[in-house]
């Protein structure tokens, strides 16, 4: 059980970088909004020459910014949540309702990753592009079924984590749910 615990942990440390990587790119998505938008109201009041294609684009990057750092914000369980019923139960009940919120974390992650397939590959096999900046859509469209797998993943790691026994004492101290 201690090397299936191990390889779990190595496992999450992996994913984790990979995660982090994705987290740096949507936090180049929010600064490229940031830019833009900056950009594009200098054009429009100093040139009077706005970007055409900035609700477009922003749009874009808010989306692949979402999809990009969830699987992070995932795996270290920061999501929005309310505490209140969860702080009042006992402390087993809380690792079953960590083990059921993640399990239909899993389960929902499972099918919005099936959902996204037939949509992307309908804008992959017809090149759709956004109607002003002509941009392709399905490099875009890839990031929800891509996101929502890596989502999946996490969720099953935390699940690991609740039921396998740690391997430290730091880890067996602070049960993630």
């Excluded at 795996?75 to 059921?100: D, Y």
């Excluded at 017809?126 to 929502?148: D, F, H, N």
Aim: aromatic share 12%; hydrophobic share 60%; net charge positive.
């Amino acid at each position: 059980m201690q090397s299936l615990s191990l390889r779990v942990r190595q496992f999450e440390s992996g994913l984790r970088t990979l995660f982090t990587a994705l987290a740096v790119l949507a936090t180049v998505a929010g600064v490229s909004i940031v830019g833009l938008v900056g950009t594009s109201v200098v054009m429009r009041h100093a040139a009077n020459a706005p970007f055409r294609f900035t609700e477009e684009l922003v749009g874009l990057l808010m989306t692949a910014a979402f999809f990009l750092a969830l699987p992070l914000v995932t795996l270290n369980a920061e999501h929005v949540r309310v505490q209140i019923v969860v702080a009042s139960l006992p402390q087993r009940l809380v690792l079953w309702a960590g083990f059921g919120a993640a399990m239909f974390g899993i389960v929902f992650s499972l099918w919005f990753f099936w959902l996204g397939i037939p949509w992307f590959e309908f804008a992959f096999s017809r090149s759709i592009k956004t109607e002003v900046g002509r941009l392709l859509m399905y490099p875009w469209m890839a990031l929800l079924p891509l996101s929502m797998m890596l989502t999946a993943i996490a969720f099953a790691v935390r699940v690991a984590d609740l039921v396998l026994p740690a391997t430290d004492t730091a880890a067996a101290s602070e049960p993630r749910c």
